[in-house]
């Protein structure tokens, strides 16, 4: 990167003499002409020519962007400059209970300052960037359930210390129906510090994080709306980046590059280091995934640190105009709690009329947490199936075609029992905005989407696979992958015992994979983008034989674990038996 801009310095310094020198004139210019129309740049402030409109942020090799911060100074604090903290050896205990209360050590994160310095970790290119002065103003919109009041606040604080105010029009706090104390007055009180530049809204029930941002952007002040997760850490300079392309076009949605605060340690860790950049897609089990940009992408830009378009994006942090939200209907009402609105909004923007871009110069850390420790609540009994797949189907069922939704279906077959829901009001939306079909988003925004994860051969036999001796089924035994297969009671419920076997001997229970070495059945998460496999299921002997060892699977007369036979067709321990099932 530092090697492009000396070259992009010579370059330019290349032109200078060269006019002054009146040698090569002709080449030259053109060469810089090139440069400067590909970049989007237009007479900056210290160019040369008549001031025209920027549609684009201009970048100045003098590196004193007209927002750029000086470097702060570190201090030698607890988690000064990102570093790891640890909890005293007589806060052990007290620590290892608020990682159980909260899925990250919360008395670690209270010994750091609300404001602690953080690494710069944007390419160094970020610095040079020139934005607009008249950049849309934002909302920023935090929503939480029972978080954490050290991570809400600093999340808080690092906003208002890092953002230009001119730019900044609220910090809204939207409580999804906290039951913990201090999220009730003390939190009021605390705020009212910040002199109305924090509101905070209340939910009177809950009603997961996905309906309270829709809520969110519609009581938002600002022209923007930016959501972020109740703990986070902004960096350096890191709203102008996002406002700039919505001020381009309010149709596009900006999302910044996300850094890793340790759960642990609370220890800021730059993501990309040594790697390329990546950008979010999925894959047909609808997991969200990352994969690096696309050089067909990467060549549309001059700069590493220009945004990037991406298919999808994480989640929880992004900005998009608040009209252009709402027009597009917020979120799905219909999605409940947590999961599958990044999808249903990228779907939405892409297909209707927008896009979604990336943007390198803005960095947010995020707290990843250990585990979920909040559970669904009533929303989460309401559904009939698991909540998630529920979320996913609907969103597939709106925006997918027919091609791909049987994707869906064929790496996750439990998906095709749950209910969905009405979806009339989401395809009525879909007709109205006179939305693009499924076909065209993956053929002209996620085409990286098939290099790693090719469509996807047909299942031969979906359902509980039955041992003939021991009447036991295939199940994952609740297991998180890596871990041995086992075999249980046959429940005919579909989940864990729902295995599906497609026509390229790939045997799995939803994203994971039935693999075998030597003796030990286990299950694995699929290798990335495959989809093929080693068995090979005989109708007549009913012996699930592992191809590459020629050996057939079995369960052991005496343990009664899975593992490899020589095979003996009429063993009863080595015949299986597919049943379909329809769970209630
Ligand atoms: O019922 C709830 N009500 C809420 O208000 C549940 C959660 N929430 C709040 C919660 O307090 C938090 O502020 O919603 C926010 C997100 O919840 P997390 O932090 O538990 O979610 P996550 O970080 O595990 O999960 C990611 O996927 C979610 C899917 O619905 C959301 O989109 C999260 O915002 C998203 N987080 C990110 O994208 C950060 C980067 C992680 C990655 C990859
Ligand atoms: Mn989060």
């Known amino acids: 990167v530092g090697l492009r801009i000396n070259l992009r310095r010579v370059r330019a310094g290349r032109v200078v003499v060269a006019l002054v020198a009146l040698m090569l004139c002709a080449v030259v210019l053109v060469s810089f002409r090139n440069s400067r129309s590909s970049s989007g740049w237009s007479s900056g402030p210290h160019a040369s020519g008549a001031p025209k409109p920027s549609p684009k942020p201009v970048f100045r090799q003098d590196a004193l962007g007209n927002f750029e911060p000086g470097a702060e100074p570190v201090g030698d604090g607890p988690g000064e400059g990102g570093r790891p903290h640890y909890p005293s050896p007589e806060k052990v205990n007290e620590a290892q209970q608020s990682a159980a209360e909260y899925g990250m050590t919360m008395t670690v994160s209270d010994d750091i300052s609300m404001t602690r310095t953080i690494p710069d970790t944007r390419n160094p290119e970020c610095r040079h960037w020139d934005y607009a002065e008249d950049l849309p103003k934002a909302s920023v919109i935090v929503v939480f359930h029972n978080e954490g009041w050290s991570t809400l606040l600093r999340?808080?604080?690092?906003?208002?210390?890092?953002?230009?105010?001119?730019?900044?029009?609220?910090?809204?706090?939207?409580?999804?129906?906290?039951?913990?104390?201090?999220?009730?007055?003390?939190?009021?009180?605390?705020?009212?510090?910040?002199?109305?530049?924090?509101?905070?809204?209340?939910?009177?029930?809950?009603?997961?994080?996905?309906?309270?941002?829709?809520?969110?952007?519609?009581?938002?002040?600002?022209?923007?709306?930016?959501?972020?997760?109740?703990?986070?850490?902004?960096?350096?300079?890191w709203l102008p980046p996002l406002l700039a392309p919505i001020r381009r076009d309010p149709t596009v949605m900006t999302v910044p590059v996300i850094d890793g605060i340790d759960h642990e340690t609370f220890e800021y860790r730059p993501v990309y280091q040594g790697k390329s950049l990546s950008r979010g897609i999925f894959e047909w089990g609808m997991l969200y995934k990352e994969t690096d940009v696309p050089t067909q992408e990467a060549r549309r830009h001059e700069y590493v640190s220009e945004p990037f378009q991406s298919p999808t994006h994480a989640g929880g942090l992004f900005a998009i105009h608040k009209d252009f939200f709402l027009k597009l209907g917020g979120y799905d009402p219909g999605l409940l709690v947590w999961g599958g609105e990044n999808f249903e909004l990228s779907f939405k923007v892409w297909q209707c009329g927008g896009s979604i871009e990336w943007v390198p110069c803005s960095r947010v850390g995020h707290v990843y947490r250990n585990f979920m420790p909040y559970s669904?609540?009533?929303?989460?009994?309401?559904?009939?199936?698991?909540?998630?797949?529920?979320?996913y189907k609907r969103v597939i069922e709106v925006w997918f075609d027919e091609e791909h939704k049987e994707y869906f279906?064929?790496?996750?077959?439990?998906?095709?029992?749950?209910?969905?829901?009405?979806?009339?009001?989401?395809?009525?939306?879909?007709?109205?905005?006179?939305?693009?079909?499924f076909k065209w988003f993956m053929e002209n925004v996620a085409y990286d989407v098939y290099e790693k994860y090719p469509k996807l051969p047909p299942n031969l036999h979906v359902g509980e696979l039955r041992?003939?001796?021991?009447?036991?089924?295939?199940?994952?035994?609740?297991?998180?992958?890596?871990?041995?297969?086992?075999?249980?009671?046959?429940?005919?419920?579909?989940?864990?015992?729902?295995?599906?076997?497609?026509a390229q001997g790939q045997m799995g229970i939803g994203e994971r994979c039935v693999e075998a070495d030597g003796r030990t059945v286990k299950l694995l998460f699929c290798r990335l983008g495959s989809v093929d496999g080693p068995w090979a299921y005989n109708a007549d002997s009913k012996t699930m034989m592992h191809t590459p060892t020629k050996k057939c699977l079995a369960v052991h007369p005496h343990t009664g674990d899975l593992h490899l036979a020589v095979c003996a067709p009429i063993n009863e321990y080595q015949k299986w038996a597919f049943r379909e099932i329809v769970p209630k």
């Open 467 to 502: 041992n003939a001796a021991t009447g036991n089924c295939l199940d994952t035994m609740g297991r998180a992958a890596p871990t041995p297969m086992g075999t249980a009671h046959c429940h005919g419920l579909g989940n864990n015992q729902l295995v599906r076997l497609n």
């Open 409 to 437: 279906y064929t790496r996750e077959p439990m998906a095709r029992f749950v209910d969905a829901g009405d979806l009339t009001e989401q395809l009525a939306l879909k007709e109205r905005l006179g939305c693009k079909p």
């Open 376 to 391: 669904f609540g009533k929303l989460g009994e309401s559904k009939k199936g698991p909540l998630i797949t529920t979320n």
């Open 155 to 237: 999340t808080v604080h690092t906003v208002l210390s890092r953002s230009p105010p001119q730019f900044l029009e609220e910090v809204l706090l939207v409580d999804d129906f906290s039951d913990k104390p201090a999220l009730g007055g003390p939190l009021e009180n605390y705020i009212a510090r910040f002199n109305g530049k924090v509101r905070l809204l209340r939910n009177d029930k809950r009603e997961g994080l996905i309906r309270t941002r829709s809520k969110g952007a519609e009581y938002a002040r600002g022209e923007v709306v930016l959501f972020l997760d109740a703990h986070c850490e902004v960096n350096s300079n």
